[in-house]
């Protein structure tokens, strides 16, 4: 018995080690194309999708969310989004932007995307790794990234 | 929300002043520190490797409008006056109703379309100028056959984050005359501080 056992932990740890150096000479390899115009597959996409969701959704969920139905912030968030979002998010009567077709993840268009207030400030405030979604956080306080989720 | 809804709302909203610095990663920040409008001498309308406003000196950002006479082209010169006050009247329609369909707006370190303007850029500058106090310093004009290109100096003055901010603003416009109207084929902005700025 224990040696049965110790025959499956040397497969697993050579496995592991080939698994290892596999992805190793694969990430230095250079084959995997990093160019927006070249999209994932769409396993590597759904993937990366997930992992994006679920981490700024675990994130976001304990914020506290403020009145967002306030006319003032609604207000103070409209021009908050025409001086920073509509580049890469569009806005009403907005077909596309210079920058948007080259952009890869595609950012939603936020005049016919509804997002969930929650996640919406945390994206804003913190961005996200690897995508054109910078993070405002460094530049605006709380209540101003609040403002812009209460305009969308 | 229609987008004459989100016009109505933005040209209501008050400035961005809540950004540190001069451009986050915008083009054009119409509120957050200075409005970065860009321009180059109206000899060159159509190239665009002029140095960045903010980092280069004042002497040396200053657009050649030598040659140009106040009331030289009275109708260009109209043009110019009627663009000014539709933006600051926030009047969307009466600005793009100046533009010929070709026309660049070089704002920031951009050249933009006459499209690509109307969906972002135009929003913000008539956001920004609704509450600034503009005054014109100098005008002048000069006709080229059925073109025309007419300069003009201003100061604007208004709040951001709380303190008073002046710009000297320097404007060249080309137009082009297609009947009895001009229109308005480039636009150069930029745009000094004349005070500390706000930090």
Same mark, same amino acid.
């Given at each position: 018995m224990k040696k049965h056992i110790k025959h499956h932990s040397i497969t697993v740890a050579v496995v592991l080690g080939v698994l290892a150096v596999g992805t190793g000479a694969f990430v230095y390899s250079g084959i995997y194309n990093i160019g927006a115009d070249d999209h994932h597959t769409k396993p590597v996409f759904a993937v990366l999708q997930t992992l994006r969701n679920r981490s700024i959704h675990v994130r976001s969920e304990d914020l506290k969310v403020p009145d967002l139905n306030d006319p003032q912030l609604i207000l103070k968030g409209a021009g908050q989004y025409a001086a920073m979002c509509t580049g890469c998010h569009l806005a009403p009567g907005m077909k596309t932007s210079e920058i948007r077709p080259g952009l890869y993840p595609q950012p939603p268009n936020l005049s016919q995307t509804r997002i969930?207030?929650?996640d919406a400030f945390w994206v804003i405030k913190h961005g996200i790794k690897m995508s054109a979604m910078p993070a405002w956080g460094f530049s605006h306080d709380d209540p101003t990234i609040w403002s812009m989720v209460a305009f969308l | 929300?229609?987008?004459?809804?989100y016009k109505d709302i933005v040209a209501r909203a008050?400035?961005?002043?809540?950004? $540190?610095? %001069?451009?986050? %990663?915008?083009s054009h920040d119409h509120g957050g520190g200075m409005p970065q409008k860009m321009g180059q001498g109206h000899a060159d309308a159509g190239a665009h490797d002029h140095a960045y406003a903010e980092t280069a000196p004042a002497a040396g950002i200053l657009m050649?409008?030598?040659?140009l006479k106040p009331h030289a082209v009275p109708q260009a010169e109209a043009v110019s006056d009627q663009l000014h006050h539709?933006?600051?009247? %926030? $009047?969307?329609?009466?600005?793009?109703a100046l533009l010929a369909p070709d026309v660049t707006i070089t704002e920031g370190n951009v050249v933009q379309t006459r499209d690509a303007y109307a969906a972002v850029h135009l929003g913000e500058d008539i956001a920004f100028l609704k509450h600034a106090r503009i005054t014109t310093v100098s005008q002048g004009s000069e006709q080229q056959g059925d073109t025309a290109i007419v300069g003009s100096e201003?100061?604007?003055?208004?709040?951001? &984050?709380g303190k008073p901010i002046s710009l000297r603003s320097r404007e060249v416009l080309n137009l082009k &005359?297609? %009947?009895?109207a001009w229109k308005i084929v480039a636009i150069h902005w930029q745009s000094t501080p004349l005070t500390e700025k706000a930090s």
């Open positions: 969930d207030p929650k | 929300m229609t987008p004459a809804q008050p400035p961005d002043d809540d950004m $540190d610095g %001069g451009d986050s %990663g915008h050649n409008m030598d040659g539709a933006l600051q009247q %926030g $009047d969307r329609n009466a600005v793009l201003s100061e604007i003055q208004t709040i951001i &984050k &005359k297609t %009947g009895n």
